[in-house]
């Protein structure tokens, strides 16, 4: 009977440890049929299942059975507890749970003290882990390597390097010798502080030489930190140098490696490298098609990373949010949206979303190719996945609803926006009036505008101007005019747009006297004109003839340095040349605005490079 429950117990301990958790379950129902009696280290192996994947109320529902069945747990099982919940970022429970063990005769070993050390670490609260090793001591417990091992760990993740050195050689002192394990924390501790050179000593002269065996894990860690210092080349010799001592790299190794040959732009070498793992029968994960999908994705050669994920999915690999948020990005921002809603109903179909970056770009796409119901669609999903919608959508939406004539589809919209409160109602008032008015409606933008008033509410400073603009260029200047008015009656502030459409709209109708008026207004408030503003007005004063405007015009520009003083040069030349210098900083403006969203997007890949490789 013993060594049948013996057996038992072992074949249920071998099931949990295969993670073959129905059948685990039913041969435990059998067992309990047989009145088999289940021995301690059963219960220990399956609370150490259920900690390892971090269903710690599972856990304890197990432990608290164990007396049912006539089992008494022991040092193992308070051990698997604690470390299950310091692992779930349980920390509070684990430290009452702790103190609960210290009156429990034979609950706690060093390694339970390790297991506790090890998730305060972790939490960064070094001072608390240095009274948790004093009370080890008073508990009759002496620090192991593990010990120290943890502790020199957690120095080196808050970046407090000396101290850890420091720890070191107390090791050394106390007769301890540190494993590769130690000096791989205090590796990757200089490295996260920038110290390569500091931390390539340490592994050429110390680990290396001293006849201590480098694991893949170690050389991994240096890997990455010639990687982080730009020192690709390091990375090659590095990756021969394990090869040459036999030692042999992990994905992780191909990873690191592939990594710095993408930011290199290196593809070719890239995809070398994939077939190198697959060649050497090293299979490629997560990361790896990840690293492959960004790398392509960033130099524009979507159709290359698209094929990437769909060999990843083939080799049952699934894709996870950041792969799938950077090619429907990608794909969104080159129009291609067959290939965006495809990749997002792939996710759907994992029952992932996507981030608010990749749903602002959908909505854009479909927006520019006016595939508005399906911009809807996946606006309305964005809301329901749980992210807030900007108020930016709902206007484009709205702009462009109104710019198709569908007028009833925009208000809709606009309806929507103010129900779930994305922006105050006078705001989503304000956004049909300017839609309507961008496309031409200007009465109806009017008659909606009014509605406004009516109810009491204030349109905002961007209706107040598109509807200005939207009068000038139907040469209603006295209208636009009186709803300069009328801001000023509300306490509106008139900004530099607004003055440039009035100025625009008056040159543009020959009310050039009107518009110099405005423009010495504008002065008066303290407002300083624009580029747009004085080739505007030049161009008004060149096709007038107005010298004496001219003269003050551009003693304006000069004073303000936009254009150097040539005052022994005629008027009209001073003044072509005044326009054409204008023109080339604004175009100058455009280009550096241009260059700066290219080094936003670049950084962009950046973080997500990093993303892959943490």
């Not at 390097?161 to 590796?187: N, S």
């Amino acid at each position: 009977l013993a060594a049948n429950s013996f057996i038992h117990n072992t074949l249920l301990c071998a099931l949990y440890r295969e993670g073959m958790v129905t059948q685990a379950e039913q041969f435990k129902q059998y067992m309990s049929r047989m009145k088999i009696s289940f021995d301690v280290a059963s219960f220990n192996c399956i609370i150490d299942f259920y900690c390892t994947r971090g269903n710690m109320h599972e856990a304890f529902s197990v432990y608290d059975n164990m007396h049912r069945y006539g089992c008494s747990p022991n040092v193992d099982t308070y051990r698997n507890l604690l470390r299950g919940l310091c692992k779930g970022g349980y920390l509070v429970q684990a430290k009452e749970f702790m103190a609960c063990l210290v009156d429990i005769p034979y609950a706690i070993d060093q390694e339970t003290f390790n297991a506790l050390l090890l998730g305060i670490c972790k939490d960064g609260t070094l001072d608390e882990a240095l009274d948790l090793c004093e009370k080890m001591v008073t508990s009759n417990f002496l620090p192991d390597i593990h010990t120290y091992t943890v502790l020199l760990s957690g120095f080196c993740r808050k970046g407090k390097i000396v101290p850890a050195i420091i720890l070191l050689q107390m090791m050394l002192e106390k007769g301890f010798v540190p494993d590769i394990v130690t000096y791989t924390c205090l590796l990757n501790g200089l490295i996260k502080e920038g110290q390569v050179k500091v931390a390539s000593y340490l592994f050429q002269e110390i680990i290396c030489k001293e006849g201590m065996y480098a694991d893949c894990i170690a050389y991994n860690s240096m890997m990455n930190g010639y990687l982080k210092a730009g020192m690709i080349h390091k990375v090659d010799m590095t990756i021969r140098d394990m090869h040459h001592n036999e030692v042999y790299p992990n994905p992780a190794s191909y990873n690191i490696l592939m990594h710095g040959h993408i930011k290199k732009g290196h593809l070719s070498r890239s995809v070398y490298l994939y077939k190198d793992m697959v060649r050497k029968g090293i299979r490629p994960n997560n990361v790896t098609y990840r690293l492959l999908i960004h790398g392509f994705s960033k130099h524009g050669m979507t159709e290359i990373a698209i094929k990437f994920l769909d060999k990843m999915v083939l080799e049952r690999i699934y894709p996870d949010r950041l792969t799938f948020d950077v090619l429907i990005t990608v794909c969104s921002e080159k129009s291609r949206m067959s290939n965006a809603l495809q990749l997002f109903n792939c996710m759907k179909r994992l029952y992932m979303s996507p981030s608010s970056k990749a749903y602002s770009a959908m909505i854009n796409g479909l927006i520019r190719k006016n595939w508005l119901q399906q911009s809807c669609d996946v606006l309305r999903d964005m809301v329901e996945s749980g992210l807030e919608p900007n108020h930016t959508h709902y206007i484009a939406l709205i702009n462009a609803k109104c710019r198709l004539g569908d007028i009833n589809g925009a208000f809709r919209l606009k309806e929507e926006m103010a129900a779930l409160g994305v922006v105050p109602a006078e705001v989503a008032e304000s956004s049909i009036v300017r839609g309507l008015s961008k496309c031409g409606k200007v009465e109806e933008g009017i008659i909606v505008f009014c509605s406004i008033i009516r109810a009491g509410m204030v349109p905002t400073i961007a209706t107040f101007t598109t509807l200005m603009h939207g009068l000038c260029k139907e040469g209603k200047i006295a209208d636009a005019l009186h709803l300069k008015g009328s801001m000023e009656l509300y306490g509106l502030k008139i900004d530099v747009v607004t003055y440039n459409v009035l100025i625009t709209g008056l040159c543009n109708n020959q009310c050039v006297s009107d518009a110099l008026d405005l423009y010495e207004e504008m002065k008066s408030k303290q407002l300083r004109p624009n580029i747009t503003t004085y080739t505007t007005m030049i161009g008004a004063i060149c096709a007038t003839g107005r010298i004496l405007e001219g003269q003050k015009l551009l003693n304006d520009i000069e004073d303000r340095g936009f254009v150097p003083s040539y005052k022994d040069q005629i008027l009209e030349w001073r003044m072509e040349n005044a326009m054409r210098r204008l023109n080339i900083i604004r175009n100058c403006r455009k280009e550096i605005t241009s260059k700066n969203e290219v080094e936003l997007l670049h950084a962009d890949h950046e973080s997500m490079h990093e993303a892959a490789e943490d």
